[in-house]
């Protein structure tokens, strides 16, 4: 045809991405979009990019996929559209990198590939979260690593390998599920045996150094800067082996039957799901020795596309423990870089089996166009369920109960959406699955003392304490609840232990106040007053309001609490309310003198 062409078909590419996720770019942020754009102070510090390149403040050392997005920050902000855009033009850039490179490689249906590539359910996942650009960054730039390496290959300068190799090293930096890039270009061109193959491994060296670091470096972060710490820190190392056989043929056949797809899968929240048996383990390694030995009867591109496929998923298949694996064992998003090579060795299954028997091949277009057009129709019933936080969680919950992330997240989203009543039911439905979250004890305890369920909040509040000890913010909330159950004593104990761990605290010094000046004790008050330093209009009221209280007790030292109130008149000029309650105290009318001290006269 006259007008398919190479352009063409790069079109036809992102007209299919957009066609699926076009929709999505005008969502807000959910999940980790939250942490990593909306909510993330080091994105909007001055000196972001050298936090990023040369200290481990960040959650991980992907320091080029930091400094993008905040290129992106810097031109837009906190608004979600811009990120989500970007998210699926890389997507979309990726499709076409991908023919490219089939095409280069001259694997059957090249074009084909990347069609189904660019509209794959699981992929859904990677295109409706904007921090997943750390997915489709590293992808593009390891997909030009590779690119440049087999044209150099096939003939091409030396600057191609250069080019090559800062490519990996930038898919490195944005993300290293793709480490595993190197050994995989060695069994390559180790299975064709070529002429210059040794030297292909020699060349490969600097990408193995490169590898070894960013993997290790990963591992650093994981353990030190994320404390990731999952069931699987239990396991011993032969039992995670086990769990990766079993995750290994999850994968394949959620790439293979893409349906009920959903980001926290029934049975893999924990090991359960994992049958604890050897079998998973044994087909996978006997499934690579078959496409290692026997390439030449199976074909190398069925033979390297699945040898493709698990090397890209080896760093996520439950060895190494990261910081999701508390929330799943399994993710789809974790398909992305390797699920090119199960199509490619799918389209060559297919084309072997139309060369054996002909009349297969009779309509390959409206084969391939009829797998696209499935497909596609899959991933934007799926993609539909990312359409906003609410949907998204409940639609979870429905397919798995047990995830207790999927509770968590949602109960929050009733709470903002004013349902307290619901977002008390589910953030008690996570602490059934998962009772050592914190985060989950103390959302339930703030929702509850909001609808006045005060004895259940503070109980809430302690179970939350002895999962984290040392949040200044729930000894705080917890002595809110304590004072609303009058028990002072126990508030002000919690009050002085939220101010030992956060000085800074000043609803907790407010709130120990306030204490202090209903029991007379005003000379700590005052102490606890200077180190409050200005007070807000509503600080200022809750001053007022106890100082007045103050004098109401009986035999009130009322000398001392007009000392203490013209102390917080002198400190907080700008407050009439303080003013007010000092008047109140005072017998005897107070002239403002230079300095903004308060005296009587």
């Known amino acids: 045809m006259k007008y398919w062409n190479d352009k063409t078909r790069a079109i036809l590419l992102f007209a299919l991405a957009f066609l699926i996720y076009g929709f999505g770019i005008t969502r807000g942020f959910d999940f980790d979009d939250v942490v990593y754009i909306r909510d993330n102070p080091l994105l909007q510090r001055p000196d972001a990019f050298h936090t990023y390149w040369f200290t481990s403040e960040a959650f991980n050392y992907y320091p080029l996929f930091w400094s993008l997005l905040r290129v992106q920050w810097l031109f837009w902000g906190t ?138 470096t990963t591992v650093w972060f994981e353990k030190h800067r994320v404390a990731a710490k999952s069931l699987l820190s239990t396991l011993s190392l032969w039992q995670r082996l086990e769990v990766s056989g079993a995750t290994f043929w999850f994968y394949l056949e959620k790439a293979l039957v ?159 959406d004013h349902q307290p009543a619901q977002a008390i039911a589910a953030y008690r439905r996570s602490i059934q699955v998962k009772a050592d979250y914190f985060q989950s004890h103390y959302n339930l305890a703030n929702s509850l003392s909001k609808e006045g369920q005060v004895a259940e909040a503070e109980r809430e509040y302690l179970a939350a304490e002895k999962l984290k000890s040392d949040d200044a913010d729930v000894h705080n909330n917890r002595a809110v609840a304590l004072m609303r159950l009058d028990r002072e004593n126990d508030a002000m104990a919690e009050f002085t232990r939220a101010l030992e761990l956060d000085p800074t605290e000043t609803s907790a010094r407010v709130n120990l106040i306030a204490i202090l000046l209903k029991r007379g004790q005003i000379k700590e008050a005052i102490q606890h007053l200077e180190k409050t330093g200005p007070l807000n209009e509503a600080n200022a009221h809750r001053i007022a309001d106890a100082i007045r209280a103050g004098g109401q007790i009986p035999n009130p030292p009322i000398h001392d609490l007009g000392e203490f109130a013209a102390r917080a008149c002198a400190l907080n000029p700008g407050q009439p309310e303080l003013r007010s309650a000092l008047d109140t105290v005072s017998t005897k009318p107070i002239l403002s003198v230079p300095g903004g001290a308060a005296q009587k006269q």
Not at 141 to 149: P, V, Y
Request: with cysteine; hydrophobic share 55%; charged share 10%.
């Open 79 to 216: 608004n979600p559209i811009g990120y989500h855009l970007v998210n699926l033009l890389m997507h979309s850039v990726n499709a076409v990198l991908v023919w490219r490179i089939a095409r280069e490689w001259r694997l059957p249906g090249a074009w084909w590939v990347a069609a189904l590539f660019a509209v794959h359910p699981v992929n859904a996942q990677t295109v409706a979260w904007a921090a997943e650009q750390k997915n489709t960054w590293s992808f593009f730039f390891m997909a030009l690593s590779l690119l440049a390496f087999i044209r150099q290959r096939h003939g091409g300068s030396a600057a191609q390998y250069v080019l090559s190799l800062l490519w990996f090293a930038a898919a490195l930096a944005c993300k290293t599920s793709t480490v595993f890039l190197p050994v995989f270009l060695a069994i390559c061109y180790g299975f064709r045996r070529e002429k210059g193959t040794l030297a292909v491994w020699l060349r490969l060296a600097p990408f193995y150094a490169l590898g070894l670091a960013a993997g290790m």
């Open 258 to 416: 893409p349906i009920h797809l959903t980001p926290m899968y029934h049975g893999w929240v924990d090991t359960s799901a994992a049958t604890h048996t050897a079998l998973p383990g044994i087909l996978l390694v006997a499934l690579l020795l078959t496409c290692a030995l026997g390439w030449r009867r199976i074909g190398a591109p069925i033979a390297l596309g699945l040898i493709y496929y698990a090397l890209m998923l080896f760093p996520l298949l439950g060895i190494f423990d990261t910081n999701y694996f508390a929330y799943s064992l399994v993710a789809d998003h974790w398909q992305y870089h390797a699920l090119p090579g199960v199509i490619v060795a799918v389209i060559a299954a297919l084309h072997r089996l139309a060369q054996r028997w002909p009349r297969l091949a009779t309509y390959p277009d409206a084969i391939g166009s009829a797998a696209v057009l499935g497909l596609a129709a899959l991933a934007s019933a799926h993609f539909a369920h990312f359409e906003d936080p609410r949907s998204l969680w409940t639609y979870v919950v429905e397919e798995n109960p047990d995830a207790w992330i999927g509770w968590y997240n949602l109960g929050i989203v009733l709470a903002d």
